[in-house]
């Protein structure tokens, strides 16, 4: 059963940008993942489906500012331009065995 | 435009039982594997329980497994959880989403296990 890191937190000023990175655990490397926001109070958003190889399918109406990418076991999310909206906190997730599996989530705040 | 309504939640005694439904629209419902994913108050988010289109494979989380039942009505458009014994642990807002392809989330359902 793979299993999904993230940092707790991250931070970044407005109209900068900023890399989120989930970690698949050993032996899971080529898993694909999907990424989710969640806005306080909100429920969960899709981002995107990245692969392995830095492919990645965005959701419907999900900005451009948002993209994805690979590197062996890691997977990225980065937000460019950063807006207060931005503010969020971040989900990977992926499926084995068990449909869902999810990492803890990063809250990312817009300074 | 695709769409997923919980109902259902509320507040409920150690030990008591409630039934989440989902209703979709906008998309064949019949097509699609559907799920309950829950979140405990300022916590992440937890798989719950998985049920294929035509309700041939279901599956539960072991936090959950023989208290809920996950079922389907194709006819209906809508999905169901059926929780038991429920306990304070199960405090959560429960999300209906759909899956494969791009996922699509619903708005959830607060339900509070309290005495």
């Known amino acids: 059963q793979p299993v999904l890191t993230q940092s707790s937190s991250a931070s970044a000023s407005l109209g900068s940008s900023v890399k989120l990175t989930c970690t698949l655990s050993?032996?899971?490397?080529?898993?694909?993942i999907a990424w989710h926001q969640q806005q306080p109070g909100k429920a969960p958003r899709y981002l995107m489906k990245l692969e392995g190889s830095g492919s990645y399918n965005k959701g419907s109406g999900v900005p451009d500012r948002f993209s994805g990418s690979s590197s062996g076991a890691d997977r990225y999310l980065t937000i460019s331009n950063l807006q207060f909206e931005d503010e969020a906190d971040y989900y990977c997730e992926t499926w084995d065995s068990n449909p869902w599996v999810f990492g803890g989530g990063t809250k990312l705040t817009v300074l | 435009e695709v769409q997923l309504v919980e109902s259902g939640g509320g507040l409920v005694k150690p030990g008591g039982s409630l039934r989440l439904s989902c209703a979709a629209s906008?998309?064949?419902?019949?097509?699609?594997?559907m799920n309950w994913v829950r979140q405990a108050p300022g916590k992440g988010l937890e798989w719950v329980s998985s049920?294929?289109?035509?309700?041939?494979?279901?599956y539960y989380a072991d936090s959950v497994k023989g208290r809920f039942t996950i079922s389907r009505d194709n006819a209906k458009n809508s999905l169901y959880l059926q929780m038991n014994s429920l306990r304070a642990e199960d405090t959560a807002v429960y999300y209906c989403a759909r899956r494969p392809g791009v996922v699509i989330w619903g708005q959830g359902t607060l339900v509070t296990v309290s005495s």
């Open positions: 050993s032996g899971h490397s080529s898993y694909i």
């Open positions: 906008g998309f064949t419902f019949s097509s699609y594997s």
């Open positions: 049920i294929s289109s035509s309700s041939s494979y279901i």
